[in-house]
């Protein structure tokens, strides 16, 4: 079985240019999460996806971040403009999504490295 | 409000020792799942093991082991017999029934050969 596909794995930009990353979840997972985690910590998470809507954004910094899910199985997460601070590392996960249970495993991509000079 | 605490920030143990990597919990939940990954140098988070709060037995999975207290509120994580592919961040994370998970801030475990 596939796992959670990210891409691109590298990316390096100016400040207050724009980006965006892809993430193709595990086939049958409705649910999608983004995370940044920054060097040194652990994930944090962005947005939370069931299927094409959403289900919780309170930490997505919705000035300069925005997500979708269009048709409720690849997703795009964009920056725009980026800020210094955004260096970070973007993970996307997928899981079942029947709450609680044993479906509510987290699969994680490999990430996307943001640079931002 | 949840929390998840690793007072571990880095190890460094030779290979074949023992390592026990800590892992704190505070929830005002009564249901909620306990999880370990792990972060090799390639960055992709691998899920090792998921606990609900009603199961306590210890679990153990080749050579890892997992102790879950809920009287001391912690979840720690064993690798018996190290080996240099061990070497890797470890995060605990908790999550309640809406599937939130919070992760801690990792151990560094080094593995020296």
């Known amino acids: 079985e596939a796992g959670v596909a990210q891409s691109p794995r590298y990316k390096i930009i100016e400040k207050r240019q724009s980006v965006a990353f892809w993430c193709n979840p595990i086939?049958?997972?409705?649910?999608l999460y983004w995370y940044q985690q920054i060097l040194g910590q652990g994930p944090k998470l962005l947005i939370q996806?069931?299927?094409?809507?959403?289900?919780?954004d309170s930490q997505l910094p919705k000035d300069r971040f925005s997500a979708e899910r269009l048709k409720g199985v690849d997703s795009t997460l964009k920056i725009q403009p980026a800020k210094l601070e955004d260096s970070a590392v973007y993970l996307c996960?997928?899981?079942?999504?029947?709450?609680?249970?044993?479906?509510?495993?987290?699969?994680f991509g490999a990430g996307t490295r943001l640079s931002v000079l | 409000a949840q929390k998840v605490t690793q007072a571990q920030t880095e190890i460094s143990v030779v290979e074949k020792e023992d390592v026990t990597l800590d892992c704190v919990y505070e929830?005002?939940?009564?249901?909620?799942?306990l999880f370990w990954y792990k972060q090799p140098p390639s960055g992709e988070l691998v899920f090792l093991i998921r606990r609900n709060s009603f199961d306590e037995q210890n679990e153990i999975s080749g050579r890892y082991s997992w102790n879950f207290q809920k009287s001391t509120s912690s979840f720690n994580f064993t690798i018996t017999a190290s080996q240099v592919v061990d070497s890797a961040v470890y995060f605990c994370a908790l999550s309640n029934e809406d599937d939130k998970i919070i992760f801690g801030k990792g151990t560094r475990l080094h593995i020296l050969p």
């Open positions: 996806f069931q299927n094409n809507g959403v289900v919780d």
């Open positions: 996960a997928s899981s079942l999504g029947l709450r609680g249970g044993a479906k509510n495993i987290q699969y």
């Open positions: 086939s049958g997972h409705a649910t």
């Open positions: 929830t005002r939940d009564t249901t909620y799942y």
